[in-house]
């Protein structure tokens, strides 16, 4: 009995030099994961200024903020557990980490790839922002709102469609306000014995005169094929107004302008033509009942 306590007194007292010996360690890493703390609080309020100047949601400003500041405070526990010589703890914390992320991400990918696109667009507002007219998906319409997860894109008939933000990301977007401007097209059609040289210059001329478009640019005016009852044509300006009411109420008014200019000239515009031949056999058949036995 007296050599087990005695050899549980040198185990005591060898954890007590230990201690001793690690103490001032131990102090210094306290110290070094406070201040990573400390610093990673004071900077949080930092990372939200820098990232309010490239993005207004909330929500991603606090997301990224957060993991910024969790990222120091674990830089600071990582420091703080090296000083202690703890480098295999270190290691098996990393790997078990990293197992944990790898089974997280698989389990979670499509809404872990929905919030990081949605930070992607609060923050970069390259493809879109708030209030741009769209088409993306096959939805057409402004965005109203670009969460962490979803963008929420209003239609032009009153619709809200929730879109994830992975989609968004991943497939082509039409900005119709990226541009300063838009292209106005037109199709119409004249009759074919109409005088091509003027049917152009009268519609060219109905466009100028009566509709705002870009300073600077030209109305554009192709033929572009013999169609059934017509030769058809395609006209096209450019409006400084991207909007879609605005470039629905231009193109109505072009419209009107080139109809009512060719009314002025005699420029007819046919309406379509379908012409049916019938054997004249088989309409005296059928009027008289069909063919009598000889």
Known sequence: MGEVFNDLISKIEGWFKGFVLMLPNLVIAILVFLGFFFLAK?????????????????????LVANLLTVTIVILGLFIALGILDLNKTVTSLL?????????????????????????????QQVSFKLGDLVKTNDYYGHVKQITLRTTIIKTLTGEDVIVPNKMVVQNPIVNYNYSADRRVDIAFGVAYNSNLEEGEKIATE???KNIEKNQGTKVEFMYTRFGASSIDFTLRYWIEETGEKNFLVSRGNAIKAIKKAFDANGINIPFPIR????????????????????
């Open 42 to 62: 004071y900077l949080k309020k930092t990372i939200v200024k820098i990232i309010s100047n490239f993005s207004d949601n909330r929500a991603v400003i606090r």
């Open 206 to 208: 109905a466009i100028e």
């Open 275 to 294: 012409t049916l031949e019938f054997s004249q056999q088989k309409v005296v058949d059928g009027i008289s009942g069909g063919p009598k036995a000889s």
């Open 95 to 123: 790997a078990g980490a990293g197992v944990v992320g790898l089974a997280i991400g698989l389990a979670f990918q499509d809404p872990i790839l929905n919030v990081i696109s949605g930070v992607l667009l609060s923050v």
